[in-house]
Nanobody
Framework: QVQLVESGGGLVQAGGTLRLSCAASGRTSSSYAAGWFRRVPGKDPEFVTAISWGGGSTFYADSVKGRFTISRDYAKATVYLQMNSLKPEDTAVYYC??????????????????WGQGTQVTVSS
């Protein structure tokens, strides 16, 4: 089992920055990929970004490419989401996820077995 706890959400003006953290505990020695999804009320959760276990591969939704960066610190068992040039349409609850993911499945929610509780990001115009 892996437990995930997100932090770092908040209210920011358009054009601002935030850094989300996802701290893992439990079986953190397992070879899990990590991802971030976000959900707006009334809509299905959408893929934001993911990183492979080794960190050598990263994946981004077109809507965040060039603005968001995912990274991971193995020593701290933490995954980060650096969000720059934030837009009001980035407003959502952001969820961290982890799982044994491979191939093209990084974009799929079902590929991730473990999820955090979510953190709210609100971008004002």
């Amino acid at each position: 089992q892996v437990q995930l706890v997100e932090s770092g959400g908040g209210l920011v003006q358009a054009g601002g920055t935030l850094r989300l953290s996802c701290a893992a505990s439990g079986r953190t020695s397992s070879s899990y990929a990590a991802g971030w999804f976000r959900r707006v009320p009334g809509k299905d959760p959408e893929f934001v970004t993911a990183i492979s276990w080794g960190g050598g591969s990263t994946f981004y939704a077109d809507s965040v490419k060039g603005r968001f960066t995912i990274s991971r610190d193995y020593a701290k068992a933490t995954v980060y989401l650096q969000m720059n040039s934030l837009k009001p349409e980035d407003t959502a609850v952001y969820y961290c996820a982890a799982g044994s993911v491979g191939g093209s499945d990084y974009y799929t929610r079902a590929s991730y077995a473990y999820w955090g509780q979510g953190t709210q990001v609100t971008v004002s115009s």
